[in-house]
């Protein structure tokens, strides 16, 4: 019976030293995770937005992090662009109420450094208010996690 006690006790505690490397697995592969620097690029590095239009760049957010890069316009009534970081590309665009995280006035050169929650966003460039000029942009913009 001893033997039959010692075999139980045996095999109940590889199951616990099987179940704790898991767990210390588990743990390892989530603080890297959390540590691991991730760059998503949100732009084209050139890209054309129409004359009296926009140029939306929807992304996602999956924990908090970070908008950064710089964006150059030139074509037509000053070489100017708007830019823009809002939650609902829809929203703002009727003025309805969006929340705006980043906004440019009319700028020929700007830069964008804000953190950023998680959630769904968009940046858009506006040359809405330019309605015969075509403007050329030079983009540098991602999102750090």
């Not at 926009?54 to 030139?74: C, D, L, Q």
């Amino acid at each position: 019976m001893a033997n039959a006690a010692e075999k139980s006790l045996k095999g109940w505690a590889t199951v616990a030293v099987f179940l704790f490397l898991c767990v210390l697995a588990v743990v390892f592969f989530r603080l890297r995770e959390r540590t691991e620097f991730r760059e998503e690029i949100l732009t084209p590095a050139a890209f054309t937005v129409p004359a009296g239009s926009m140029s939306s760049f929807p992304f996602t957010v999956y924990r908090s992090s970070h908008v950064i890069g710089r964006f150059e316009a030139t074509g037509g009534e000053g070489d100017v662009i708007s830019a823009v970081i809002a939650d609902d590309f829809e929203k703002w665009k009727s003025g309805r109420g969006a929340a705006i995280l980043y906004q440019s006035s009319h700028v020929k050169r700007g830069g964008i450094d804000i953190p950023i929650a998680p959630g769904r966003h968009f940046l858009v460039f506006d040359n809405r208010f330019s309605p015969g000029a075509d403007k050329m942009i030079a983009a540098s913009i991602a999102v750090t996690q």
